[in-house]
């Protein structure tokens, strides 16, 4: 029985061990997006959020307000020398959501677009989809041929 305990809590000290910190000015800057865990690890920001479902509404929002925000207010100190590659926002349960990729790069290019159809093609490059915890690029979206035309 104390040898599981200690299997277990070594376990998760060691997870914990691995994780890198997360920027503070970025931390502060998610309360209110209903982000209820945040980890670093391997270059990707993981934001567990409090939604059932994350819409790519709600995935937008933390992006550009939550975690880019931070960065373009100030580009050396927004995120530090945190290494964030890719963002990930994730639904309560970690089984639903959107990454942000080329993190550092995409938020400071998405922060010289300053209309809205710009930003929302912007964000489709740069978004893969997440389900059961893996993250891929959806790649282009092909249009559908018609029976009648074949086209």
Not at 26 to 40: I, Q
């Amino acid at each position: 029985m104390r040898k599981g305990l200690l299997f277990i809590i070594a376990a998760l000290f060691l997870n914990t061990a691995c994780a890198d910190p997360v920027p503070p000015r970025l931390m502060r800057n998610l309360k209110g997006h209903h982000v209820m865990r945040v980890t670093l690890k391997k270059g990707v920001l993981r934001l567990v959020t409090t939604h059932g479902v994350v819409s790519h509404d709600i995935y937008e929002n933390v992006i550009r307000e939550g975690t880019c925000s931070v960065l373009l207010g100030d580009p050396e100190k927004g995120w530090g020398k945190s290494r964030i590659d890719r963002i990930e926002v994730m639904n309560r349960d970690e089984r639903q959501g959107y990454a942000f990729v080329d993190a550092r790069k995409a938020c400071l290019e998405l922060g010289k677009i300053t209309d809205d159809a710009g930003k929302k093609t912007y964000f489709s490059g740069q978004t893969w989809i997440c389900t059961m915890e893996i993250c891929d690029d959806p790649g282009p979206v092909e249009p559908k041929k018609t029976e009648k035309t074949g086209k």
